[in-house]
């Protein structure tokens, strides 16, 4: 399995998945988000798997972050931003993304819940 885990060094959520994933020693590699946002490509698989599991555009979103609040991403998401023009916002700013961001070639999950990653990742 080829894991690739957007984080942000600062992030103390980001610091717990990567200990999670070296003590179940699963290989990785690391992007750091904010240098280098998910491609459209990356957001739009990540989105496909969040929407198999019931979630929605908005689970990508860093919605703790001052640039979420900031841009009023809530307010734009309410009135009717569609998935293409979030994924582009997105693709350009890597601070507006929930992180940790990991992905697969078939599978991937947004933030940190041990069991959630248990039971995609290990």
Do not use: H
């Amino acid at each position: 399995m080829s894991l690739k885990v957007f984080e942000y060094k600062n992030c103390s959520t980001c610091k717990k998945a990567l200990k999670f994933l070296d003590a179940n020693k699963i290989a990785y590699t690391t992007v750091p988000i904010v240098e280098e946002p998910p491609s459209i490509s990356d957001l739009k698989k990540m989105l496909g798997y969040i929407k198999k599991q019931g979630g929605s555009i908005k689970n990508l979103f860093n919605t703790s972050g001052v640039q979420y609040r900031e841009l009023k991403i809530a307010d734009k998401l309410k009135s009717g931003l569609s998935d293409e023009e979030a994924l582009q916002l997105l693709s350009k700013n890597g601070k507006l993304i929930k992180r940790p961001f990991a992905l697969t070639k078939t599978t991937g999950v947004v933030g940190f819940k041990e069991e959630v990653w248990k039971a995609n990742l290990v």
